[in-house]
T-cell receptor, first 117, second 118 residues
């Protein structure tokens, strides 16, 4: 079946501009996660959605970052007034159910590579 | 707080030889442990997980991992390496003790680059 998809695959933007990154999770997965992968830094958790609500926003690095999820499916991560340090690969993952151990296994999309110039 | 350490940035192994990629973790409760692999310009692919039960876990592509509670380790192993195994490997942990904000995330190590030499 279809996996997690993300768009765009690459995004180059000028410092100060806003960007929107999209994630389409696996159909039927109620949990959705955003991570950021910087060179040599591993993966940094950003936000977790269960359905349309976000019980865990603890990883968002600043108020320039926001995310929403509508219809329990597609999610959008928005970065306002981008800075050069925002350059990274943004990964989205989904799982069957974020609160149960059986459904917690996360499946990742290919990522969006964001470059802020 | 939960944490993961992958002490080796890079591991080189000859094709056909056994490979080990090391991972140690720190949690307050019981760990929920994962290994993921990332090929160039690709997302992370799930390899295997440990929740409870048998300490030796078998996963995809012939990989296995051994959970050692006393050493707080979860090393990834394969009896015979292939050139196609060359990739970036991530260990991840979730602490099952906690609930609420911050508890749903996986904490990842910084990754180990595996190079299998023909």
């Amino acid at each position: 079946g279809a996996g997690v998809s993300q768009s765009p695959s690459n995004k180059v933007t000028e410092k100060g501009k806003d960007v929107e990154l999209r994630c389409d999770p696996i159909s039927g997965h109620t949990a959705l996660y955003w991570y950021r992968q910087s060179l040599g830094q591993g993966l940094e958790f950003l936000i977790y959605f269960q359905g349309n609500s976000a019980p865990d926003k603890s990883g968002l690095p600043s108020d320039r970052f926001s995310a929403e999820r509508t219809g329990g499916s597609v999610s959008t991560l928005t970065i306002q007034r981008t800075q050069q340090e925002d350059s990274a690969v943004y990964l989205c993952a989904s799982s069957l159910d974020g609160s149960s151990l059986a459904g917690y296994e996360q499946y990742f999309g290919p990522g969006t590579r964001l470059t802020v110039t | 707080a939960q944490s993961v350490a992958q002490p080796e940035d890079q591991v080189n192994v000859a094709e056909g030889n056994p490979l080990t990629v090391k991972c140690t973790y720190s949690v307050s409760g019981n760990p929920y442990l994962f290994w993921y692999v990332q090929y160039p310009n690709r997302g992370l692919q799930f390899l295997l997980k440990y929740i409870t039960g048998d300490n030796l876990v078998k996963g995809s592509y012939g990989f296995e991992a051994e959970f050692n509670k006393s050493q707080t380790s979860f090393h990834l192993k394969k009896p015979s390496a292939l050139v196609s195994d060359s990739a970036l490997y991530f260990c991840a942990v979730r602490d099952m003790k906690y609930s609420g904000a911050g508890s749903y995330q996986l904490t990842f190590g910084k990754g180990t680059k595996l190079s299998v030499i023909p």
